[in-house]
T-cell receptor
Framework: KAGVTQTPRYLIKTRGQQVTLSCSPI?????VSWYQQTPGQGLQFLFE???????NKGNFPGRFSGRQFSNSRSEMNVSTLELGDSALYLC??????????????FGPGTRLTVT | GQQVMQIPQYQHVQEGEDFTTYCNSS?????IQWYKQRPGGHPVFLIQ?????EVKKQKRLTFQFGEAKKNSSLHITATQTTDVGTYFC????????????FGPGTRLSVLP
């Protein structure tokens, strides 16, 4: 099976702009989570989608939003970018067999730099 | 809210030495996961622990979940240079549907 795909891999934006990041999960996986990783704050949970519905949300401002499509692909959007939004944005494709562990398979991430 | 801490923040070992990282949660966990992230890479799932006092082994790696389900440890025996990276624990509270909270990670350096 192909792994988790994230596009673009690198992005440079200026303050005030908005950005959309894309994630294609592993085939057959219906749940996708998004994380922000920074040296100062570590890995922080943004949101999780399952079958096109947001199942869980982290403590991020409303400028951060996401959605999931019927083919399980997911996008996250950040509006009115701030310098502090510079980070590695990781998408995880989630899978759990009945009685098995809840496994998160991370993609390579999108490195966003806000100038 | 729930907090997950890890110690130490950094660890430098000589190849062949053992290594242990500890993870502590402010709240009881339903389960805990461990991930490894190589420099420049992304986190890779290693294991999930669910039961109180559970111990699992993967070759040279031993994972333990505390009796109170609030702490966990990862022990690597006879480290190798391929063990270099940051090890994260991620804890999930008792209620279904809540997200995993990641610890800050322990960065391991192995000197050949």
């Amino acid at each position: 099976k192909a792994g988790v795909t994230q596009t673009p891999r690198y992005l440079i934006k200026t303050r005030g702009q908005q950005v959309t990041l894309s994630c294609s999960p592993i085939s057959g996986h219906r749940s996708v989570s998004w994380y922000q990783q920074t040296p100062g704050q570590g890995l922080q949970f943004l949101f999780e989608y399952f079958s096109e519905t947001q199942r869980n949300k982290g403590n991020f401002p409303g400028r951060f939003s996401g959605r999931q499509f019927s083919n399980s692909r997911s996008e996250m959007n950040v509006s009115t970018l701030e310098l502090g939004d510079s980070a590695l944005y990781l998408c995880a494709s989630n899978f759990q067999e009945t009685g098995g562990p809840y496994e998160q398979y991370f993609g390579p991430g999108t490195r966003l730099t806000v100038t | 809210g729930q907090q997950v801490m890890q110690i130490p923040q950094y660890q430098h070992v000589q190849e062949g030495e053992d290594f242990t990282t500890y993870c502590n949660s402010s709240t009881t966990l339903s389960n805990i996961q461990w991930y490894k992230q190589r420099p420049g890479g992304h986190p890779v799932f290693l294991i999930q622990l669910v039961k109180s006092g559970e111990v699992k082994k993967q070759k040279r790696l031993t994972f333990q979940f505390g009796e109170a389900k609030k702490n966990s440890s990862l022990h690597i025996t006879a480290t190798q240079t391929t063990d270099v990276g940051t090890y994260f624990c991620a804890g999930r509270p008792g209620n279904y549907g809540q997200n995993f909270v990641f610890g800050p990670g322990t960065r391991l350096s192995v000197l050949p």
